[in-house]
């Protein structure tokens, strides 16, 4: 249940006085004449119930220029940190400042397969804070993509769900482009020449669970449209439940064990890759003259690796800037916004049609 604010008017009448009478106590307002007993009942009343004044309400008469970025653990969580760096640019393009909170209540954002660890006293916490500072907007974000409600405290300013989609329509979402990135991925293999492709991370078989989140459902069909587009079954679908270098290295190992002929790896986020990498290397095989590797999400690390590992990048910085226009656009359509994620085209995929 959504908690009731406490109004000046609540904090008057449990004080017996009136309302401007509170308020100009509340205000410490120099030219009052009420009496000193008089003044300490409306503080008394304002902390027992826990009375906090509406900065928004008394910046109406001037706009606060401000815009709310709350989010689960976007600022802690590897480099989905861009999302923040995104809406930070455009708001200073807009002459806007960007207020940041944060709630924590994703313990395991860092892992895209994480499962969300809830804290709604922290949640409201934050929404009140952001509230009483936000006439201009506010960006609702989370770390690991997934559907969500927004808060029934949160009314009466625009708001946007950036890397998420909503439990109710009508709402203005920003995501990245998941279906299209996981078809271009794909197709790349193919018109690179590739026919022996075994898929890391996701198999078209696999039933959603907890671990599951919007994006990669979408990325799994673009990859596997594009593969049937291309008349190509994939010679092996290994799902691996948390997307970890660890994961990435046994399970490429366990398939060049079994002694699987393939040419290309496509791997559904880059540490599954980097695991990818070593199990390769250690079994002589040459990436990418024997073997091709592509991936998704573009890692710092990615274009370090030798060979620089091809991804698709998450588009995380674009994404904060189209959600700090879309938000305080007045004619911008409650709907979902893709962003479109550009292959970075590096060393780890050869081309086999020379």
Not at 51 to 59: E, I, Q, T
Request: with cysteine; proline share 5%; charged share 25%.
């Amino acid at each position: 249940m959504a908690q009731v604010r406490v109004t000046l008017a609540d904090v008057a009448k449990k004080a017996g006085l009136s309302t401007t009478a509170a308020s100009m106590i509340l205000n410490n307002r120099p030219d009052t004449r009420l009496s000193k007993e008089a003044a300490e009942r409306v503080r008394a009343a304002a902390a027992e119930l826990g009375y906090r004044p509406n900065m928004a309400a008394r910046s109406l008469r001037t706009r606060s220029h401000t815009i709310g970025f709350l989010s689960d653990r976007i600022a802690t969580t590897r480099f989905a940190g861009l999302l923040i760096r995104g809406a930070m640019h455009e708001a200073r393009r807009q002459d806007m400042a960007l207020l940041i909170a944060e709630t924590e209540s994703d313990a395991a954002a860092d892992d895209p397969q994480g499962e969300p660890d809830s804290d709604p006293a922290a949640e409201t916490l934050a929404i009140q804070a952001m509230m009483d500072r936000l006439p201009e907007g506010l960006l609702f974000s989370v770390a690991r993509s997934r559907e969500v409600t927004v808060p029934a405290q949160i009314s009466g300013v625009p708001v946007v769900l950036l890397n998420a989609t909503s439990a109710t329509p009508g709402a203005c979402c920003i995501l990245p482009d998941e279906f299209e990135g996981g078809r271009a991925v794909a197709s790349q293999l193919l018109d690179t020449g590739h026919r022996k492709i075994a898929i890391l991370g996701r198999s078209r078989f696999h039933i959603p669970d907890k671990y599951s989140t919007v994006t990669v459902a979408r990325r799994v069909e673009g990859v596997f449209t594009a593969l049937k587009g291309g008349d190509v079954e994939p010679v092996a679908e290994l799902d691996c439940f948390v997307w970890t270098a660890d994961e990435g290295y046994r399970a490429v190992k366990s398939l060049i064990q079994a002694g699987t002929q393939f040419d290309a790896l496509l791997c559904l986020n880059d540490r599954l890759a980097f695991g990818a990498y070593q199990a390769l290397l250690e079994a002589g095989i040459s990436i990418p003259r024997d073997v091709s590797v592509i991936s998704f999400d573009d890692d710092p690390i990615a274009a370090d690796l030798r060979p620089a590992l091809t991804t698709a990048a998450l588009p995380y910085e674009a994404m904060g800037e189209l959600a700090v226009k879309r938000l305080l656009d007045p004619k911008s359509e409650r709907r979902e916004h893709l962003v479109p994620m550009p292959i970075r085209q590096r060393e780890s995929v050869l081309n086999r049609t020379n």
